[in-house]
């Protein structure tokens, strides 16, 4: 849940539930396939996804582990409210 929490997003969204199109899950290191569905079946409510997408959940894993850590896990998500931060970097230049 720590991949999704607002203090670890790139873009900071105005809300707490952002309307996502897809969301991918990548996790590298000692993590099965089963902590993994555990992990999504959590973290499936904290965002929005649109009816014709119900699952729209990507998962990638990968066993060899990353350098000075046993796992990793990074979470993409395409969401729609990207507008309002560009719009705001785009009046700073």
Request: a positive charge; glycine letters at 4%.
């Amino acid at each position: 849940e720590e991949a999704t929490a607002p203090r670890s997003r790139l873009v900071r969204f105005g809300e707490a539930r952002p309307r996502a199109l897809a969301v991918a899950l990548l996790a590298r290191g000692d993590i099965v396939d089963a902590d993994v569905q555990k992990a999504t079946a959590r973290l499936r409510p904290k965002f929005k996804l649109p009816s014709w997408n119900p699952e729209g959940f990507k998962i990638g894993l990968c066993s060899v582990s990353p350098l000075r850590a046993p796992r990793s896990v990074l979470c993409l998500c395409n969401a729609t409210d990207v507008i309002t931060p560009l719009n705001i970097m785009r009046k700073r230049f």
